[in-house]
C-alpha cells in the first residue's frame, strides 16, 4: 500500500481552497456585475423614457414618434442612436413644414431586434439592412405613412437606400450616411460587443462600470472637429446604447455591414428616385471620397451636397443644409 506524500496532499488541497475561493470571487463579482447594471439600466430608463408609441409588427415592437403635419419625412438615426438624436431640435424644427416620423431603429433605442429565426432566414447574425428597412416601412404603413422622404443618417443612410430599392419611397435624403464599400476598420469595442463571448462577458461589465467620461469622448469624436452641442450627452439619449441588449445589437449590426454594403451596391443601377446626399467634407467616420463621392458617379438622380469642413453630425452642426436637401427631394418627388 502506497503512502500518501503529506507535502503533496497539503498542495493539493491548499489549490483546492485556492480554487474555491476563485470561484466564489467570480460569481460574487459577477452577481455584483450583475447587479450593478440592471440599476444602471433602470435609471437610465426612468431618465429617457420613449418618447412616442410603441408599434406591433409582425410581433417585432417599433418604437416611433410622430410630430408635425404635411408630406411625410421619415428620420433614421445611426448606429449607437436613438430617437432623441432628431427629435430635440431637429424634428420639431422640420415638424413646422412636414409631418414626421422618426424611428427607433431594430435593437435600439425602444425597438426590439429582429426574431432570431429571421435572422437566420436572411443569414445573418443581427437585423440586415433589408429587413430593417421592411420593418420600418411595416411600422410607416401602421401609422398612415404615404410617399415619404426617407432621410436616414449615417448607418441610418444605408438603411434609406436599402428602403429605395425595395420599398419606393417618394425620395430619400443620407446625411453622412454609409452607402459604398469601405475598408473595414472595426472599433475594438464594437469588435468585442460583436462576439458571442464579449456579449456575454464584456458587454454587461461596461454597462456596470464604463465611466461617464468615456461616454463623453466617444461623443466628441463623433463631431469633432466641430464641438458636440452643449447637453448632448443628456438630451441625446446616448446613454440608451450601453443598456446589453442595445449594446450587442448594435456592435452586430455595425460588424454585420460592410457584406451588406457590397452586395446592395451591385443594384444602384435599380434607382432613379430623388435623392439628396449631404456629407461633410472632414468627416473620418463615414469619409465622404469612398461614399457620397462615389455614390454620385453610381446614380444618375443623387445630388450631392458637401459640406467644406465638416464632419459626420450635419443634421446638428448645418440642420439649414438638410432642410434645404429634404425641401429640393419633395420638391423633385412633387411633394411641394
Not at 408635425?68 to 438624436?85: A, E, K, Q
Not at 435600439?108 to 436572411?122: H, I, K, M
Not at 446625411?175 to 469588435?191: A, F
Request: aromatic fraction near 8%; include cysteine.
Amino acid at each position: 500500500m502506497k503512502s500518501t506524500n503529506p507535502r503533496r496532499l497539503i498542495w493539493t488541497t491548499l489549490a483546492r481552497r485556492t480554487m474555491l475561493v476563485l470561484c466564489l470571487f467570480v460569481a460574487l463579482f459577477a452577481a455584483f456585475t450583475a447587479f450593478k447594471a440592471s440599476k444602471r439600466v433602470a435609471a437610465i430608463e426612468a431618465d429617457l423614457p420613449p418618447e412616442g408609441q410603441i408599434l406591433d409588427v409582425d410581433g417585432v415592437k417599433i418604437h416611433a414618434v410622430v410630430m408635425g403635419d404635411g408630406p411625410d419625412v421619415v428620420l433614421i438615426h445611426g448606429s449607437s442612436g436613438n430617437t432623441r438624436d432628431w427629435t430635440t431640435t431637429f424634428a420639431p424644427e422640420l415638424a413646422k413644414t412636414y409631418r414626421v416620423t422618426v424611428f427607433d431603429r431594430p435593437g435600439l433605442g425602444y425597438s426590439q431586434d429582429v426574431s432570431a429565426a429571421a435572422r437566420r432566414a436572411f443569414g445573418t447574425k443581427s437585423a440586415s439592412l433589408t429587413e430593417q428597412a421592411a420593418v420600418l416601412k411595416k411600422a410607416a404603413d401602421q401609422l398612415g405613412v404615404e410617399r415619404p422622404i426617407v432621410l436616414g443618417h449615417s448607418f441610418g443612410g444605408a438603411i434609406a437606400l436599402a428602403w429605395a430599392l425595395d420599398h419606393a419611397p417618394a425620395g430619400v435624403v443620407t446625411v453622412g450616411g454609409v452607402s459604398n464599400t469601405y475598408v473595414e476598420n472595426l472599433w475594438w469595442l464594437n469588435r468585442i460587443n460583436a462576439s458571442r463571448f464579449g456579449g456575454a462577458l464584456f458587454v454587461p461589465l461596461a454597462t456596470a462600470f464604463v465611466p461617464q467620461d468615456f461616454v463623453d469622448g466617444s461623443i466628441q469624436n463623433v463631431f469633432k472637429p466641430a464641438p458636440a452641442p452643449e447637453g448632448y450627452a443628456d438630451w441625446g439619449g446616448v446613454d440608451l446604447v450601453i443598456r446589453p441588449s442595445a449594446a450587442r445589437a448594435n456592435a452586430r449590426q455595425v460588424a454585420n455591414l460592410l457584406p451588406q454594403i457590397t452586395a446592395m451596391e451591385t443594384r444602384y443601377s435599380e434607382l432613379s428616385l430623388p435623392i439628396e446626399v449631404v456629407h461633410g467634407t472632414a468627416d473620418t467616420i463615414v469619409p465622404a471620397k469612398i461614399h457620397a463621392e462615389v455614390f454620385a458617379t453610381q446614380v444618375d438622380s443623387a445630388n450631392v451636397t458637401l459640406i467644406d469642413g465638416m464632419g459626420h453630425m450635419p443634421h446638428h452642426t448645418h440642420a439649414d443644409v438638410v432642410f434645404a436637401a429634404i425641401d429640393r427631394a419633395a420638391k423633385r418627388a412633387g411633394l411641394r
